[in-house]
Nanobody, 128 residues
Framework: QVQLVESGGGLVQAGGSLRLSCAASGRTFSYCAMGWFRQSPGKDREFVAVVSISGTSTYYADSVKGRFTISRDNAKNTVYLQMNSLKPEDTAVYYC?????????????????????WGQGTQVTVSS
């Protein structure tokens, strides 16, 4: 089992930055691909970014590419999402998620159905 707790959300002006953290419990963190998703009111939850088990493979949604950076620290059981040049349309609840099933070192899952553990979410609000 993996328990995930996000932190770092808040209110920021457009053009600003935030760093989200997701702390994981459980010994399996090092064997999980880790993703970030977000959900705005009235919209479906959408993929934002993923980092592979190895930490060397990443993938981003086109909407955040070049502005967001995902990383992981296996020694701290933590995954991060550095968000720069934030826009009002980035406003959402951000969720981290763990894929404990694939087990492939460089795989970067991008679909919700591939993730079996989720955090409770952290609100990010970007004002214009």
């Amino acid at each position: 089992q993996v328990q995930l707790v996000e932190s770092g959300g808040g209110l920021v002006q457009a053009g600003g930055s935030l760093r989200l953290s997701c702390a994981a419990s459980g010994r399996t963190f090092s064997y999980c691909a880790m993703g970030w998703f977000r959900q705005s009111p009235g919209k479906d939850r959408e993929f934002v970014a993923v980092v592979s088990i190895s930490g060397t493979s990443t993938y981003y949604a086109d909407s955040v590419k070049g502005r967001f950076t995902i990383s992981r620290d296996n020694a701290k059981n933590t995954v991060y999402l550095q968000m720069n040049s934030l826009k009002p349309e980035d406003t959402a609840v951000y969720y981290c998620a763990a894929d404990t099933n694939s087990g492939m070192t460089y795989y970067t899952p991008r679909r919700l159905i591939e993730y079996d553990y989720w955090g409770q979410g952290t609100q990010v609000t970007v004002s214009s």
